[in-house]
């Protein structure tokens, strides 16, 4: 069975530090991986996701996450915070085939000014 | 565009209580699901759906029901909402992977249903 593992719940950073949300997949097949963003009071948007194509992908407002394979994770990273990152992330994983995505506990980020 | 749109945003019940949510997609997607967002739990899923008259439970099915009986509609039933059934709904819909060239299963979420069961 497929699983995710976010580590940290809750990530805070100074604005323009570095942004890094790790997580860590388990499948026993090659994944499809997903970052989800939610901000206050919304639903879940895409932020990136990995396919099988490049490794190292890049989302939306200067996301990016780097998919290895000897280290099963998929670690969210922005090389400098800004105050409108502030919310909650959400990696998940799917098996090509099962049409269904297993998500992480997701992670808070907070951003200090 | 298209878009997913649940109703109503918000909505107070006493329990026992029938309470339904909509869910309305007009991706033309085939996969329909139903989450839960609590606090510490992350998403939890409820029910979902492959297509019209297919329906599956989910980790956190008991107490709740759907039924397709169209691709662009998945309401969620809750038959006699009880208080651990207060939460935020999340629908989602995708596209079968696979199916079309962009097609990787990846959700697209409505903007959820705040239910408050007293």
């Known amino acids: 069975a497929q699983s995710v593992t976010q580590l940290g719940s809750h990530v805070s950073v100074s604005e323009g530090a570095l942004v890094l949300l790790r997580c860590n997949y388990s499948?026993?097949?090659?994944?499809?991986l997903f970052w989800y963003v939610q901000y206050p009071n919304q639903g879940l948007q895409l932020l990136l996701k990995?396919?099988?194509?490049?490794?190292l992908v890049k989302g939306i407002n200067g996301f990016e996450a780097e998919f290895k394979k000897s280290e099963t994770s998929f670690h969210l990273t922005k090389p400098s915070a800004h105050m409108s990152d502030a919310a909650e992330y959400f990696c998940?994983?799917?098996?090509?085939?099962?049409?269904?995505?297993?998500f992480g506990q997701g992670t808070r980020l907070t951003i200090n000014p | 565009d298209a878009e997913i749109t649940q109703s109503p945003r918000h909505k107070i019940t006493e329990t026992g209580r029938q309470v339904t949510l909509a869910c309305h997609q007009t991706w033309n997607h085939n996969n329909m699901f139903w989450y839960r967002q609590d606090l510490g739990h992350g998403l939890r899923l409820i029910h979902y759906s492959y297509g019209v008259h297919d329906t599956n439970k989910g980790e956190v099915s008991d107490g709740y029901s759907v039924s397709r009986s169209n691709t662009e509609d998945l309401p969620l039933t809750l038959e006699s909402a009880a208080s651990s059934q207060t939460s935020v709904y999340f629908c989602?819909?995708?596209?079968?992977?696979?199916?079309?060239?962009w097609g990787t299963g990846e959700l697209f979420f409505g903007e959820g249903s705040r239910l408050t069961v007293l």
């Open positions: 998940a994983v799917s098996d090509p085939g099962a049409q269904k995505l297993v």
């Open positions: 989602a819909s995708s596209d079968r992977p696979g199916q079309t060239v």
């Open positions: 499948s026993s097949v090659p994944p499809y």
């Open positions: 990995y396919t099988s194509a490049a490794t």
